[in-house]
């Protein structure tokens, strides 16, 4: 379980930068969700850069942040180190198959009114969290998630 402040922050923002590895480090902005417990989800078109980073190299971090202009003694955030899945069309395990439903209902109730989703062409990832830095102003914590 991740701490409470974590937990929040990911829970109340819509968006974060995601960084992949390949040739170069390629970090590019997503909307994303997270299940509650220990990963987070995004989707994304499958012939973009970060799938393909992610196929060659599935280590990924996510940083989320909230900056406050006037005083960055109040900035928070958070980045979320793990491994990312790929969830081919097709080819999810009957098992897997509840709970990425759910998943990919979450992920459009939270973003319909921003997004449309057309068939075809996205796949969801997954990204299980391994590790947190979280800080709020000049204070920082890092901790690695049991699971």
Known sequence: ML???VR????TNYFGYLCTRGDYPHIAPIFFTYDQRESLYFMSDFSSRKIKNIMRDPKVSLVVDVRDDNDPFNNEGA???GFAKIYLPGEVELDEYHDIYTIYELFKSKYSEFIEFEEGGDVLVEIRIEKVS???GPHFKSFRVKL
């Open 3 to 5: 701490p409470y402040e």
């Open 8 to 11: 929040v922050l990911l829970n």
């Open 134 to 136: 979280y800080w709020r």
């Open 79 to 81: 980045m979320v180190s």
